[in-house]
């Protein structure tokens, strides 16, 4: 798969011309990001799923991670065109999840402003699902995001989630799907 960087994804998606602070994200590079995301890989990659048994019932819990994206429902994560810091809160009593996706930086080093919410979460057994609503700026062009994520619980007493993210780039140009996955621990 060829690497594009935010320029080259938005002229090619959308047809259009592409730091964040926040506390999940900061300002990490890109290089600090993909590190982050590895050590998650290495840490969690042999995990089994939570057992529902296993996943909480009360309490809260906070989880802080990356997400990797491509324009490829099978792009290799060793080869995302870009990274973001993701922070979700698990209300395990109300059996909801919600959060941020931000500090969205490509291989290039360029960043795009903005952040994503993570809404309307809902924690059924060892999985979640959620709503992304949000907007990015790319090179000057504000971008409408909206999709979802859905994951599972990992760990014997669910330490990390890892799934996968969908969500359409809209802007002046057009409309152009994205596909990621992230993974974050408590």
Known sequence: MKIMNFSALAIAALAVSACSSSNSGGSRSFDQLAEEGQAL?????????????NVPTAGNATYNGVAAFGTTQSFDVQNAEALAAVSLEADFAANSISG?????????????????AVTNGTIAGNAIEADLSGDLTIEGTSIAVGGDLAGNFVGA???????????DL???????TIFGVFGVEQ
């Open 100 to 116: 941020t996706i931000d500090n969205f930086v490509d291989f290039d080093g360029e960043r795009a402003p903005g952040s994503v």
């Open 157 to 167: 007493n669910a330490e990390a989630i890892i799934g996968d993210i969908e969500a």
């Open 41 to 53: 890989i290495t840490k969690y990659e042999n995990e089994d799923v939570t057992p529902t048994s």
């Open 170 to 176: 809209t802007g002046p140009g057009g409309s152009e």
